[in-house]
């Protein structure tokens, strides 16, 4: 494994073993390093400004192309890695600095690597589409409380994918987030059937691409930087021809604020914050663990909820909802204490 001065980033660790039955010492709950601990926190900062520049491009700004946004926020991510790579301040493989990589192929990756990354560049493009889209239809606070029940799907395709289990602690931490927002959202006076039902979708494509990142990130050879990369490069194109044929692509010439120094702002940091943030959810998955990634959205909602809640309005006060929220902080709370304490 490489030094940390070179960027080099590991794909593994013991945390990320598959569990055998009647092994308990292979249950998921070691202690968290303090290297994991950094991507964690890393990790929650960006999603909580990621989600504000969305919205505020989304509701504030009333731009009706959510794709289009994921378009260049991919493609000022590929072009900050092409730009990093060439100037050899990072590499994209998993050894030594340059030594491994594919100077020779105008990818800077082989095409046998690309192959073996296509289901993570489709579970990855399914997922910014569905997650830009579900920011749209639903409030901000009753956004972060329908994705923390993201957990339970990212358990069962885990357990479906490598057969992990889970001490009693981690599953009953998980049922109190899952509690949590069915009572938040049992009198969600803002209620939206189609915004409810995109987010759901989020969550599925969220638990297939965490669970994808675990298993080809360790199986590739790439490091995030290089899983980032593999995954512009085949869905840049895609995610281009998309919003051509549908017409997005005009509809953003005519966006009447396109040229607003306030909208472009926000759409610059928009894609900076979504370049590190998808760094950020590379290292925290291959570094700790899928669960762990999606734990910790869950702890990183008290502050969009907070901010959401005072920039972009919130739902109407209600008893039952702010119940529910509690105890959903309170559950992945609970996570995160039986996880760093290895328990």
């Known amino acids: 494994m490489a030094s940390s001065k070179n960027l080099i980033l590991p794909v593994s660790d013991s945390s990320s073993r598959i569990v055998g039955s009647g092994d308990e010492s292979l249950f998921k709950g070691s202690a968290m390093t303090k290297r994991g601990a950094s991507a964690a926190i890393s990790y929650m900062t960006c999603a909580v400004l990621l989600v504000m520049f969305n919205k505020a491009a989304l509701s504030s700004y009333s731009f009706p192309c959510a794709n289009v946004i994921t378009l260049f926020q991919m493609i000022c991510s590929t072009s900050f890695l092409y730009a990093m790579r060439r100037w050899k301040i990072i590499s994209f493989t998993v050894g030594e600095p340059w030594s491994v990589s594919d100077n020779s192929s105008p990818f800077l990756v082989s095409f046998e690597t690309l192959l073996h990354t296509l289901p993570l560049a489709i579970s990855y493009l399914l997922y910014m589409l569905a997650t830009m889209e579900s920011v749209r239809g639903v409030n901000v606070p009753m956004y972060t409380t329908l994705r923390r029940t993201t957990v339970v799907f990212t358990m069962m395709v885990e357990y479906l994918l490598t057969g992990q289990k889970y001490t009693s602690s981690v599953v009953g931490s998980v049922g109190l987030i899952v509690f949590g927002a069915f009572v938040a959202g049992a009198r969600d006076l803002s209620f939206d059937s189609y915004g409810y039902a995109i987010v759901f979708v989020s969550n599925i494509t969220t638990a297939i691409y965490l669970a994808t990142i675990a298993r080809i990130g360790k199986s590739s050879g790439l490091n995030s930087f290089g899983l980032m990369w593999c995954n512009g490069l085949i869905c840049g194109p895609v995610l281009l021809f998309w919003t051509f044929i549908r017409g997005d692509l005009e509809m953003t010439m005519n966006f009447p604020h396109l040229y607003s120094p306030g909208f472009q702002a926000v759409m610059l940091l928009s894609c900076i914050m979504a370049f590190f943030l998808n760094y950020s959810i590379f290292l925290n998955t291959t570094l700790n663990s899928a669960l ?51 328990k």
């Open 292 to 342: 762990t990634q999606t734990m910790c959205g869950n702890l990183k909602d008290i502050f969009t909820v907070g901010l959401g809640w005072l920039l972009f309005g919130g739902l109407p006060f209600d008893l039952l909802n702010i119940i529910g929220q509690l105890l959903g902080f309170l559950g992945s709370g609970l996570y995160a204490y039986c996880k760093l304490k290895g």
